[in-house]
């Protein structure tokens, strides 16, 4: 455990510098929300820029890994480390995390901060507590989900580099390995019975969707009250490759990845 403190240290002592930079970036477009929902006089609209920058977090997290991964590379100290490549991955995500985290507590409370400042102009006729928890964990998820893909493809193409005859042209490989999967995805989910295995096995009851609108001296937004039955399967799916990708990428690491 005083092995994974260390390193969880040193990927926030390196990586700090790109979350500050884009807290100061979130305040930015709060700010230009600001500026512009006055400038048409309606002050619900700087909470539609919030929302924007909660669906960002979706690429944020897996850019955040993406930053640590090829700082590692150009200094090569993994090569080195004693540490297997489980722990040097899981240290990046636990980051990658609390960064992702603490950013959108950050636009959770600014736009608590714009509710209680323009409640004649919200968006939300009340405290959209539950719609919140449940975008934010819908942004975590996904973000966390191309972040696995993200350190996957990372080491997959890297590992190639030991290869000297498909060194220069890795990237081909990297392609035809996604459009391959892709391929096997929607073939696998085009058969009748898998198809009815994984989107009518198990659901759940979701909105048909969010909305919002801005027009003259009026925004909304809210979640259709029409439900429809939602496939948990495909997520399960998803999840369980996941795994196993990842599982692989501490696998390729632990065989000493040189960029």
């Known amino acids: 455990m005083h092995a994974f403190k260390g390193l969880l240290w040193k990927d926030f002592k390196t990586s700090s510098i790109w979350f500050y930079g884009w807290i100061a970036i979130v305040f930015l477009i709060f700010i230009i929300g600001l500026v512009i929902g006055n400038f048409v006089k309606e002050p619900g609209v700087s ?26 590379g150009k200094t090569q100290l993994w090569l080195h480390s004693p540490y297997s490549g489980l ?34 102009d919200a968006l939300f006729p009340y405290w959209p507590i539950k719609e919140g928890i449940l975008f934010n ?8 989900y191309f972040s696995g893909w993200t350190i996957f493809l990372w080491t997959l193409y890297h590992s190639l580099s030991k290869y000297p005859s498909i060194k220069n042209i890795r990237w081909i490989f990297i392609a035809g390995f996604i459009i ?22 198990l659901t ?56």
């Open 87 to 120: 722990m040097l991955l899981l240290s990046k995500i636990t980051i990658a995390f609390m960064y992702s985290t603490l950013s959108l507590l950050l636009v959770d409370g600014l736009g608590m901060l714009t509710m209680a400042m323009f409640q004649e």
């Open 137 to 144: 964990l819908g942004v975590t998820v996904v973000g966390i």
């Open 180 to 201: 391959v999967y892709q391929s096997v995805v929607a073939f696998l989910t085009s058969i009748e019975w898998v198809e009815k295995f994984f989107f009518e096995t």
């Open 47 to 72: 909470q539609i820029f919030l929302i924007m920058i909660g669906i960002f977090h979706v690429a944020f997290l897996p850019g955040i890994v993406c930053s640590m991964l090829r700082l590692e």
């Open 204 to 259: 759940v009851k979701v909105s048909t969707g969010f909305f919002f609108s801005v027009g003259a001296n009026e925004a909304k937004a809210g979640f259709d009250p029409e439900m429809i039955p939602f496939p948990v399967m495909p997520f399960l799916f998803e999840g369980m490759i996941m795994i196993i990708v990842f599982l692989i990428s501490c696998r390729l690491l632990d065989r000493k990845v040189e960029v």
